[in-house]
Each structure stands twice: as C-alpha cells, then as structure tokens.
C-alpha cells in the first residue's frame, strides 16, 4: 500500500468541528469593520518577491530566513505573502487609489512563513489587517487602538490582553540615534548573541527587541529612543497619549518597542496577552509613512496593524464558542420511492420561502430506524417524515427530537403544507 500523503508541517487543516470558531470570529471581524465605514481589498497570495525585500526590509528574519520564494518558469523569483502591508501598498499603487486620496482598507487571508512550527506560530497562518492611507494626526492612530479594543470587547478578551506602545520617531532622528546606540552596544559587543552581531551593522535597533535572557539587562540600560525623538514626534506620541486616556483605554509605554519590520515610523503598537505562552502578542501594528513612497508611489501617510487569528481562537472560550455550532432546524426523512421524489421537491420549496431554514435530507435511503438516527445524530429541533400515508392525505409528519415534557408539546403530530411552513418560520 502507497505511502499516505500528508499535509505540509506547520499548514493545518481546519476541520468541520473548527469551522464554526473561525465562523463566529470573522463575523464579528466583518461587523467590526462595518461599525467603522471600512472597506474590504482582496489581494495575491504570490507576489514579486522584490516586493517583500523592498519593504520589509533584507536584514530581518522573515526575508533572510522564513519566506517561501521560488522561481517561476519564466525565471522570476516569486513569494508567498508573509505579511499583508506591503501587497496592500502594492495594489494601492498599481490601481491608483492612493493619490490625493484617504483610504480605510481592511483584509483578510492566509499568509506564509517558513519557520519552526509551534503553538501559536504556523508555516500557514491567517491574518486580519487593516491600512488607512492618506491620513497623518495621532486621531487616526488612535482609531485604530480603539477598534483594536472594541474586538477584545465583543469577543470577551479584555481582560485578558494589554496594550503596549512607542514611537520610533520619523527617519532622520532615528537615523541620529542608531549611531548613539550603535556605539553603547560596540562597547558591550562580548555580551551579544549571532543574531545580535549580525545586526549590529545592518539593523541595531531590532537588538532591542531580543529575547535572550543574557542580554536583558544590558537592553535595560540603553540610551532610550524616546530620549531622542524629533519635536514633532513627541507632540504627535503625546496627543496620542491623550486620545487613549480620553476614552479609558490602558497602556503602557514600553520603550523597547521597535516591532520586527523595518519600515515602522512614529507610533507602534501592540496588544499582548500571558495566556499564550512565548507567543504573546495577538495585534500588533504602527505608523509606515515612508512606505508607499519607498514602493514607488507618491509620498503617502500611512497607519495600520494587523492580527493573528488563531492565536486569537486560542484565547476565546471554547464553551462560549460551543453556543455559536449551528445545528439544522429540522431533517427530512423519506419512506418509499414515492417520497423520495415528494420530499426532494418539498425540502427544496421550503428553502424558496425560508431563506434563513436549515434543512437536511437524509439522502441515500435505509430503514426508518437508521434515519432516525442520522436524525437525532445532526442535533437537529424536528424531523419531517414523509412515507406513503403522509402523501396519501396531504400530509407531513413532525417530530420533535428535543421537546422536553414541560414543554406540553406531543411527541410527533402530522401537519399541512403550509401548517409546516409556519412551524419553520418560528424556529428560523
């Protein structure tokens, strides 16, 4: 017997037990987005892999180690989206809808990175991002902060996540203190790991977002980025201070915040939770004003995050979530050749008149018995009996499969067509 071929490790199956988790998020996601006059952009899973290095920058993990690129067969090197920001830069510039214009574009989709998998980190994840285009006060940063926290509210997550945020100021303050911190860690260069020693050329800030344990306390001491920052910078980080404590949401200032991609200016964000493990932050994102033009668009301002779905169905409760299956309202069970054709076309006018019924046919035949039991097995309110005495007198036979003694209802009753319809209105 041939070997079983088996999914790739790290891309998951989402089976139909699951659905209904991923179901219930993107709803309220959708609604979110609705509740705020955003709109929706569909874009590639492959783009030009010269996208990618362009914008995330070709000194940082994810181009150096975890995207998936391949070359085409016309030679052109190609990759699997890591992140969404810069294809959504990209189509904004290819279909001109950026110029002169404000845009709130939100997505939704399956992103690809090619790294050890564990819980919390996939080699196929999914992602929900949103990017505002063409506005520039801490107003629209702050937005997004709040929209952030409406979600732990509606998915009942507030108390179990928290908000981090930084600035990195504009390019040409930080460019004056990437050579002051350059210097404090050339002094304490023995104390840096390969990762960090790598970077200490190319990218020194992503130093300060290190994890290793030996190098804490000396991150700890130095020189703060906030130290350094540009006026402008501090009045817009300030006013943004102040739109959050206007309307209560909690925060802390962590000055080591730098985020891992390169193209982050001003503000940056993220929301963490200790529910994860090592995987603790759920939504991150920050101002990129330089993008779009650095993609070769017009100077364009530019704010956004973006957010792992599945760490945040980790989060959720799954006892709550159970309340949110969507079982069928009633099931068809047909007696006889006769019925067969009768409850085919009766199941199908139901669905004509009733467009929020779910009705399942017990298709494929078998003995009463067994189709009671595929019946009661689909968790269905009824099931709609259809045999040779039910045609003979117009009829259909119901019976109610969760009716419990108080409800004073009779186990089973035979009703009209149309008696029928109006049962299925009220259960819709």
Not at 317 to 342: C, S, T
Not at 359 to 372: A, D, E, T, Y
């Amino acid at each position: 017997m041939a070997n079983k071929i088996q999914s790739i490790r790290g891309m998951n199956d989402i089976l139909p037990d699951e659905t209904p988790a991923w179901q219930f998020l993107e709803e309220k996601l959708r609604q979110l987005m609705h509740g705020y006059d955003y709109d929706e952009i569909r874009f590639p899973i492959v783009e030009k892999t010269a996208l990618f290095k362009r914008s995330i920058g070709e000194v940082t993990d994810i181009v150096e180690k975890e995207m998936y690129t391949f070359d085409d067969r016309n030679g052109d090197s190609l990759s699997l989206r890591p992140e969404g920001t810069a294809a959504c830069v990209r189509a904004g510039i290819q279909n001109g809808i950026l110029v002169n214009q404000q845009q709130r574009l939100w997505y939704l989709g399956p992103m690809f990175r090619h790294e050890r998998p564990q819980k919390g980190r996939y080699r196929q994840f999914h992602q929900m991002g949103v990017e505002v285009y063409g506005l520039d006060g801490p107003d629209i940063d702050a937005e997004l902060i709040c929209m952030t926290a409406r979600l732990w509210q509606l998915l009942g997550l507030s108390d179990s996540v928290s908000l981090q945020i930084n600035s990195l100021g504009v390019p040409a303050s930080r460019d004056v203190y990437r050579d002051i911190l350059s210097d404090y860690l050339e002094v304490n260069k023995e104390l840096l790991d390969e990762d960090s020693l790598r970077r200490l050329q190319s990218n020194p800030l992503r130093i300060l977002d290190s994890k290793n344990p030996a190098m804490q306390e000396m991150i700890e001491q130095a020189p703060r980025l906030m130290d350094h920052l540009d006026d402008g910078s501090k009045q817009h980080f300030a006013q943004l201070c102040a739109y959050l404590d206007s309307v209560g949401i909690r925060y802390e200032i962590n000055t080591r915040l730098v985020r891992g991609l390169d193209y982050y200016s001003k503000t940056v964000f993220e929301w963490v939770t200790d529910k994860l493990g090592a995987q603790g932050t759920i939504c991150a994102g920050g101002r990129y004003d330089g993008l779009v033009k650095q993609l070769g668009g017009r100077e364009t301002k530019a704010v956004g995050f973006a957010m792992g779905l599945e760490r945040l169905i980790s989060l959720l409760d799954q006892d709550e979530l159970q309340k949110h299956i969507k079982h069928p309202h009633a099931v068809m069970l047909m007696m006889g050749e006769r019925a067969q054709n009768a409850g085919f076309a009766l199941t199908e006018k139901i669905r004509d008149k009733l467009k929020n019924i779910r009705i399942l046919n017990v298709c494929g035949g078998g003995s009463f018995k067994s189709q009671m039991k595929r019946a009661d097995k689909s968790q269905a309110e009824i099931a709609l009996i259809l045999g040779d005495d039910e045609l003979d007198n117009n009829k259909i036979t119901v019976k109610y499969l969760r009716a419990n003694k108080e409800d004073n209802k009779p186990q089973q009753e035979q009703l009209s067509q149309q008696e029928l319809l109006d049962l299925l209105t009220k259960l819709q």
